[in-house]
């Protein structure tokens, strides 16, 4: 099972394994609070997208169609098996720390995790 989760919300015994998935790390989140697992930068949005995103709900169509293409790319392909084997034996628990629950990355991560085509 593949989940997500605002890192804001305390840790729990059901997140499993926790893997942060933001490129910078959240604001008032201190390391021991945070219960990481891992922290994959690598299967989040390129800096340029993530800029050029600003959470902006009118750019969400546009963005998750570029952020679903950098995730393509062999190295995210990597992180991507990774994560759905450990789904596939047990928890694993995005965390991202966005306001927005609506229109952030780890949505389009999870449908992608989450989707049998990839």
Sequence with gaps: MIQIKRIYEPPSEDDGYRVLVDRIWP???SKDAAKLDDWMKKVTPS??????????PERWEEFKFRYVAELQGATQMACINELKERGSNGTVTLLYAAKDICHNHAIILLDVLLCEEN
């Design 27 to 29: 604001r008032g989140v």
């Design 47 to 56: 800096p340029d997208l993530r800029i050029w995103f600003g959470h902006d």
